[in-house]
């Protein structure tokens, strides 16, 4: 039996260039394409068949990693999943096989409580490394990892009470 447990969302426009603001120049993509464009280029993952446990997440920038190089990769996504479930992020299989990519954490790990939180809105980033010998060159709208839903246990006798403020390491802040 298949559960329902999560929900993607794009990001709004406004998180979106606060996030990226850095990556494209004015001369570049600017501000306009970010804008503009944002529907265009976020895409909302999906299943490639019924049978398929990943969630298919694509690029909205293109990707060149020459061997031994990282990236991390703003996906304009978040994440709504329901209590005692968190979404697992892992490489294409294809990619990891072929090219040797790899995420830069191993497994990405998207607590629940990680949607919407006040600082990012819940943005989710990748960051993938090449350790392969091989150039990685993945066009804007490639999927390049995926999402599976997982669930988690608690301990009997667990008590934490602690609220997220933001993303990465906040949990230890």
């Known amino acids: 039996m298949t559960?329902?447990?999560?929900?993607f969302?794009?990001?709004?426009?406004?998180?979106w260039e606060k996030d990226t603001a850095h990556l494209f120049t004015d001369n570049e993509s600017g501000k306009s394409f970010q804008s503009t464009t944002l529907n265009d280029i976020i895409k909302l993952p999906t299943r490639a068949t019924k049978g398929?446990?990943?969630?298919?997440?694509v690029t909205p920038i293109g990707i060149y990693l020459e061997p031994n190089q990282s990236i991390k990769i703003?996906?304009?996504?978040?994440?709504?999943?329901d209590n005692g479930w968190f979404l697992g992020i892992f490489p294409k299989s294809g990619l990891g096989f072929k090219y040797s990519l790899r995420l830069g954490n191993s497994i990405g790990v998207i607590d629940e409580d990680y949607y919407n939180n006040e600082n990012n809105e819940g943005h989710i980033w990748v960051k993938i490394q090449n350790d392969g010998d091989k150039i990685i060159d993945l066009e804007r709208g490639k999927a390049f990892c995926q999402g599976i839903f997982l669930p988690y246990g608690i301990t009997y006798d667990d008590e934490t009470d602690g609220e997220r403020k933001g993303g990465l390491g906040s949990t230890n802040r």
């Open 52 to 57: 398929s446990a990943g969630y298919d997440i």
């Open 9 to 15: 969302e794009k990001i709004s426009i406004e998180q």
């Open 74 to 81: 703003p996906t304009g996504l978040k994440c709504m999943v």
């Open 3 to 7: 559960v329902r447990v999560g929900k």
